[in-house]
């Protein structure tokens, strides 16, 4: 609890602190779930584990093109899975710089993607105890239910109508939210289908408790992925 609580705040002190702020953490954040797939993937190679996280953090600052660098970069020293790998890297990047893209637009962005996440997750976590019900995926992530999986497409849908008043942006964010909101789901899927593959509970140890920061994490930058390549289609509403 206690290590949730610091990472929590420490969130909470760069989402407010600024821009600059928000981006570091969100450098280091990246960093370290590079570094996590690196251990995770090559337990063996201990230079690669090195050097691609750092090189993970300071892409955020250079054109996305390299984020496709270093994806390959994971995907090559990985011992199996090398092009999941190295898509998932690639993606985790993407992710990290649409956050921090989202808090250049604005704070209010910024907790509507984060909030939708948390909706999600809450929202399907008693959703699923309360209705049980078919699986959605038993053989990759078994406690997950189609109940919780819906139950959390509802919340970030009602998440999108607030932020879309809030925000003064169309009511295509509710949209653009369920959409988010699956990507999360998604995301939480293939890290447990990663983790599955390399016999791992946790992508590391680095938060006492409560495992890796790609577990803490993986929903998040998958839902930001998602902003950000519907941005890049013209399909989100607001400043983007």
Not at 72 to 94: D, P, S, T
Not at 143 to 161: L, R
Not at 181 to 204: C, N, T, V, Y
Request: hydrophobic share 60%.
């Amino acid at each position: 609890m206690t290590s949730a609580v610091v990472l929590a705040v420490a969130a909470i002190a760069a989402l407010v602190a600024g821009v600059e702020w928000w981006t570091a953490f969100s450098a280091i954040a990246a960093g370290l779930m590079v570094w996590e797939l690196c251990v995770m993937s090559a337990p063996n190679r201990v230079r690669p584990r090195q050097v691609l996280p750092v090189a993970a953090a300071a892409a955020l600052a250079l054109p996305w093109p390299v984020f496709l660098v270093i994806g390959a970069g994971v995907g090559f020293n990985a011992e199996r899975h090398k092009v999941a790998m190295g898509v998932y890297a690639a993606a985790i990047l993407v992710g990290a710089a649409a956050l921090v893209e989202l808090r250049f637009e604005g704070v209010g962005w910024l907790l509507w993607i984060i909030l939708v996440v948390i909706a999600t997750d809450v929202a399907g976590y008693f959703a699923g105890r309360f209705f049980g019900g078919p699986k959605f995926w038993p053989s990759i992530s078994p406690s997950k239910t189609w109940s919780g999986t819906v139950a959390g497409w509802v919340a970030a849908a009602v998440v999108g109508v607030i932020f879309a008043l809030i925000l003064e942006v169309g009511m295509g964010l509710i949209l653009v939210s369920i959409l988010a909101s699956l990507a999360g789901q998604m995301g939480d899927i293939a890290e447990s289908w990663l983790k599955r593959r390399f016999g791992l509970k946790d992508s590391s140890n680095l938060i006492p408790g409560h495992g890796g920061v790609l577990d803490r994490f993986d929903a998040l930058t998958f839902a930001a992925l998602t902003v950000a390549i519907l941005s890049w289609a013209g399909w989100m509403p607001g400043p983007f």
